[in-house]
């Protein structure tokens, strides 16, 4: 059983259209993420939320919208999608462990937009 | 703003030696903490090891062991007895004390492995 998985894992597709990401994680864990990973291989965060409430919004345009309708589950919707937006998009859950929160990655998605 | 610098883009190393891998970290904190994540070419993020701020022993996970130096915040990774598997880009992350969700990552070292 996959601990973080998420569907699709590649997605191709035109500029202007709307796609979603979904992701469920099996852990247990309260806390789900969504990261961004560029060309450049450089991660960062776009949103956190705890027990299915948004705790960081990452200063992400308002054309991505999450979703976490339980806290197992965090959907990621791009509306209007632009070139610059193609990217590995990984979501994550996390637990404490001796006060550090140690995240548990799904496998990525990557999405192209044309 | 905590920022993560990896000043090697690049490293490479033969199987069955040592190589290490460095971090530095910028913060105002006291209380944090450091983590090494593996992206091997599957690109699946795995976790390599993790380090308190509040410890002062260095964390070692089988072949990885860190040299965490708080006042210098400087925290490397020195991969042991090299592995053909151990090739992947290797991130550094800050994350704050607290209740803090957020890992800063570094921008990545490319580990490659010759045989």
């Known amino acids: 059983d996959t601990a973080v998985s998420q569907t699709p894992k590649y997605l191709v597709t035109q500029m202007g259209n709307d796609k979603s990401i979904k992701c469920e994680q099996n852990l247990g864990h309260d806390t789900m993420y969504w990261y961004k990973q560029d060309s450049k291989k450089f991660l960062k965060i776009m949103f956190s939320y705890n027990n299915k409430e948004l705790i960081i919004n990452e200063t992400v345009p308002n054309r991505f919208s999450p979703k976490s309708p339980d806290k197992a589950h965090l959907n990621l919707h791009i509306n209007s999608l632009e070139l610059g937006d193609s990217a590995v998009y990984f979501c994550?859950?996390?637990?404490?462990?001796?006060?550090?929160?140690?995240?548990?990655f799904g496998a990525g998605s990557r999405l192209t937009v044309l | 703003a905590q920022t993560v610098t990896q000043s090697q883009p690049e490293m490479s190393v033969q199987e069955a030696e040592t190589v290490t891998l460095s971090c530095t970290y910028d913060t105002s904190e006291s209380d944090y903490y450091l983590f090494w994540y593996k992206q091997p070419p599957s690109r699946q993020m795995i976790l390599v090891i993790r380090?308190?701020?509040?410890?002062?022993q260095n964390a070692t996970e089988n072949r990885f062991s860190v040299n965490f130096q708080k006042a210098a915040k400087s925290f490397s990774l020195k991969i042991s007895d090299s592995q053909l598997g151990d090739a992947a880009m290797y991130f550094c992350?800050?994350?704050?004390?607290?209740?803090?969700?957020?890992?800063?990552f570094g921008k990545g070292t490319l580990l490659t492995v010759n045989p």
């Open positions: 380090q308190e701020a509040y410890k002062q």
């Open positions: 992350a800050y994350e704050s004390g607290g209740s803090n969700y957020k890992l800063t």
């Open positions: 994550a859950s996390s637990v404490r462990s001796s006060g550090a929160n140690v995240l548990t």
